[in-house]
């Protein structure tokens, strides 16, 4: 079920579905809740998910001055008081993933997190430029693997590309890109699961690493052949860790 909520003086829409303990989802850049269809169908077997169409994305209101990272995960603490979600397990791909790095590492902490997924998630600075990057971190990636979905998608998150961006999100992408969340990986507290394609060209399989060997209590899958929507490109894998885990 899509529901709106005003949240920090933004119309957001977000994806409610299923009973359960509250698992808080998080998309990529260029993206939007219902991209992670598969996942959301997965795990509202279990769970009550709630996935934000974060603002300057999908059918939620964008900010009036461009969001650094930080005013992200402001914005998941005030959207979650408004939604309900109380301790919840966290999951953010991509972008959303770095949004809950900066979330979790705070202290004291905000939410009472005992367990996060973090999926091809960004958070280490990219050795390639701005223009490069956003090539292969928006919506677009995911095309070959979920082409009815990009469909539908097409004329409603498109402009979100760096260059047919508004100037408040070209900003925001440039803040979010050039920021290096390193340091606060060590101030994790919850138990993480890393889920990583082997061949990510956004966020790169050495990140994954990098962030298994940071964050304390961390273990990283590596999804062979996969890229940066590893998750739907090896489902039935990715699925079966996610039960495990979870």
């Not at 998080?26 to 769970?47: C, F, M, N, P, V």
């Not at 709630?50 to 603002?55: G, Q, R």
């Not at 969001?67 to 919840?88: I, N």
């Amino acid at each position: 079920m899509v529901k709106t909520v005003t949240c920090d003086g933004l119309s957001v829409a977000y994806t409610e579905q299923g009973e359960g303990p509250d698992l808080l989802l998080l998309h990529g850049w260029g993206a939007r809740a219902e991209t992670y269809r598969l996942l959301i169908d997965h795990l509202s077997q279990k769970y009550r998910v709630v996935a934000p169409d974060l603002p300057g994305f999908g059918d939620s209101e964008e900010p009036k001055e461009p969001f650094s990272v930080d005013d992200y995960a402001d914005f998941v603490l005030h959207f979650c008081e408004a939604a309900g979600v109380v301790d919840p397990v966290v999951m953010g791909h991509s972008n959303g993933g770095r949004i809950l790095i900066k979330l979790l590492s705070r202290d004291p902490k905000p939410l009472n997190v005992k367990k996060a997924v973090l999926l091809d998630s960004a958070g280490v600075k990219p050795k390639h430029g701005i223009d490069w990057y956003v090539k292969v971190y928006s919506y677009k990636a995911a095309k070959k693997l979920l082409p009815g979905l990009a469909q539908k998608m097409q004329g409603k998150v498109g402009s979100t590309d760096y260059k047919a961006a508004s100037p408040v999100m070209r900003q925001a992408m440039v803040k979010a890109v050039n920021e290096d969340l390193t340091d606060c990986l060590p101030k994790i507290t919850a138990s993480t699961l890393l889920i990583w394609g082997e061949k990510d060209d956004a966020t790169p399989l050495s990140d994954g690493k990098l962030m298994e060997k940071k964050i304390p209590d961390a273990g990283l899958v590596t999804l062979a052949g996969a890229g940066h929507f590893a998750f739907a490109e090896r489902w039935a894998q990715c699925r079966a860790v996610l039960d495990a885990f979870l």
